[in-house]
């Protein structure tokens, strides 16, 4: 463990430690709560050190979610929310005042006040939950939205580019790297026939007809905080990878994770399917609040959907062909269990496309 009162001693918490224990159900970045006392008042914060493996500009990392979290907080003042440091999170500066700290073997670590009387679900229990999740989301895009200045850094390059992931697929295919390939013909043959379906938001966004937004990029349901009591959701967290991008994408994301009937590494292909309802609460939630979308985004939403899975499945798939070097995996044909459960996935959304365009049409 981290010595935790050391990293600590970088910030300008103007209160003291206390102790610290690792917290959440996060893969990536070392996540700690911290209790601290104020004038006898105990307090707690999240400190979070950055997996530099995974994201290789955490400086830039942390300049896109200071630029963002200090424009939400902007808005939500001027707007008169009561609960405006409860509805975004606050990077709590450095003393050198930026909004990271260096640790002693040059790692990056940063901190946020703790979201009280709140919790994400790593699994969603209701429809309710759906709708709340996805509202708050549409309310994050749209408190960022009209964020001045420079653009974003781009933390992962390409991160939801669907043609490049579609590039290194047939990269993947042409190195053949572990002799996998003779057992993925199907699957194979499934992505490369929905080329133009990769390209259809990327050729829309060069056109200009989808503008370029700041999105949240990793839109599972758990990144968002739902109230204990009233089950609002209160505050979309992890930000690490909030950059330009399209609303399309997160809202695919949330459709990808929240409305199938199975999880994503299910092999009983026969029990997966799209959850209409689900869905149906995902939409409304989010067209609540991200009341900025334009027709073209709007036309798009349900598409979007079967976009984000696709590209899901092609990166498994990617790396199954690779030997598995990229995701985690359990067993040595787990990454082509998740492939083609999202492939399947997909064929279900599209058998369903006119009835999830409907749900869209009637908001």
Not at 230 to 259: H, K, N
Request: hydrophobic content about 40%; aromatic content about 10%; overall charge negative.
């Amino acid at each position: 463990m981290h010595n935790l009162r050391e990293i600590a001693s970088n910030f300008d918490f103007r209160a003291d430690f206390v102790h610290a224990h690792p917290y959440g159900s996060g893969h990536i970045n070392d996540t700690y709560c911290a209790w601290f006392d104020q004038a006898g008042q105990r307090l707690r914060y999240i400190i979070q050190r950055i997996n530099h493996n995974v994201f290789k500009q955490p400086v830039e990392l942390m300049e896109n979610v200071k630029r963002v979290t200090d424009f939400s907080l902007a808005r939500l003042l001027e707007e008169g929310n009561p609960e405006a440091r409860r509805r975004t999170l606050t990077v709590v500066p450095a003393h050198d005042g930026k909004p990271y700290a260096i640790g002693p073997d040059g790692s990056v670590w940063r901190a946020y006040p703790f979201i009280e009387r709140a919790r994400g679900y790593d699994e969603l229990e209701t429809n309710e939950q759906a709708y709340q999740a996805a509202r708050a989301f549409g309310a994050f895009q749209n408190l960022a939205a009209g964020l001045t200045g420079p653009r974003l850094h781009e933390t992962i390059p390409n991160f939801h580019n669907t043609p490049k992931r579609l590039e290194a697929l047939q990269a993947a295919i042409q190195e053949n790297a572990v002799n996998r390939l003779p057992e993925v013909a199907a699957e194979v043959e499934f992505a490369i026939v929905r080329a133009a379906d990769c390209a259809r938001i990327t050729d829309l966004i060069a056109a200009g007809a989808i503008p370029e937004r700041v999105t949240h990029n990793d839109t599972k349901l758990n990144n968002v905080l739902l109230d204990d009591v009233t089950a609002e959701g209160v505050c979309v967290i992890d930000l690490d990878t909030t950059m330009p991008g399209s609303a399309l994408y997160d809202f695919g994301d949330m459709v990808r994770t929240a409305a199938p009937t199975t999880r994503e590494d299910d092999t009983d292909l026969s029990k997966l399917d799209i959850c209409l309802d689900r869905f149906e609460s995902l939409v409304k939630g989010y067209l609540s609040t991200a009341t900025f979308l334009n027709r073209a985004e709007l036309v798009n939403l349900a598409f979007a959907g079967k976009l984000l899975t696709l590209e899901c499945g092609i990166r498994f798939l990617t790396d199954y062909l690779q030997g598995d070097v990229y995701f985690k995996v359990k067993h040595p044909t787990h990454n082509l269990d998740r492939c083609r459960n999202q492939f399947a996935y997909v064929a279900a959304q599209e058998r369903k496309m006119g009835q999830l365009e409907e749900i869209v049409g009637n908001f």
